[in-house]
């Protein structure tokens, strides 16, 4: 059974940063696309970022948001997806989902989602 | 970036009732449209991928449709269950980007 379990989300200071860790099981992690998305509270879902396979490159894409701000990385020895966040603003207040991307073999998008980490922006 | 425009934003229906959100996206996105349930406080749900392929595990009465632009998720039985926010997402290319979604309320 797929498992993401989210963690490190709580409560910063406005200019602070924040690491978010995603720790994946019941797949091939390291062939696996993830990414992240997020949710304000009481609005829609907003798509974060992605990262590729080590075999597909490994490169990242991110929404306008938060580039230059956030940076997604992984730990493919420890299942293990990342989401730094630096340069916090208010706005990016809201609960973070990770998730799995792109499935090559399917076609398929966001298959998988962990149950969220909340990140509270405030001074 | 592509947009993605969902109508309608909140939908009222009763159970049985046949149901239908759009998705429309600014630039033709193919078939890479996926369609989501997210119900409060929970993780999203993928229900259909590639427009028109159903998840594993998602009741039949759910359908997706469309191609290009123009998107359709059809529900042809509302259950008690489906009472929900639903969402659309483009994947084409190295972007995606949500609708801002259709809540199904209860009539």
């Known amino acids: 059974e797929v498992q993401l379990v989210e963690s490190g989300g709580g409560l910063i200071k406005p200019g602070g940063s924040l690491r978010l860790s995603c720790a994946a099981s019941?797949?091939?992690?390291?062939?696996?696309?993830m990414g992240w998305v997020r949710q304000a509270p009481g609005k829609g879902l907003e798509w974060v970022g992605r990262?590729?396979?080590?075999?597909?490159?490994?490169?990242?894409n991110y929404a306008a948001p938060v580039k230059g701000r956030f940076t997604i990385s992984r730990d493919d020895s420890k299942n293990t997806l990342f989401l730094q966040m630096n340069s916090l603003e208010t706005e990016d207040t809201a609960v973070y989902y990770c998730?799995?991307?792109?499935?090559?073999?399917?076609?398929?998008?966001?298959?998988?989602w962990g149950q969220g980490t909340l990140v509270t922006v405030s001074s | 970036d592509i947009q993605m425009t969902q109508s309608p934003s909140t939908l009222s229906a009763s159970v049985g009732d046949r149901v239908t959100i759009t998705c429309r996206a600014s630039?033709?996105?193919?078939?890479?449209l996926a369609w989501y349930q997210q119900k409060p406080g929970k993780a999203p749900k993928l229900l259909i991928y590639k427009a028109s392929s159903l998840e594993s595990g998602v009741p039949s009465r759910f359908s997706g449709s469309g191609s290009g632009t123009e998107f359709t998720l059809t529900i042809s039985s509302l259950q008690p269950e489906d009472f929900a926010t639903y969402y659309c997402?483009?994947?084409?290319?190295?972007?995606?980007?949500f609708g801002q979604g259709t809540k199904v309320e209860v009539k």
């Open positions: 998730g799995t991307d792109w499935d090559g073999h399917r076609g398929s998008q966001g298959a998988s």
């Open positions: 990262i590729r396979s080590k075999t597909d490159g490994g490169t990242t």
């Open positions: 630039q033709s996105i193919n078939i890479w």
């Open positions: 019941g797949f091939t992690f390291s062939n696996a696309w």
């Open positions: 997402q483009h994947y084409n290319g190295d972007s995606r980007t």
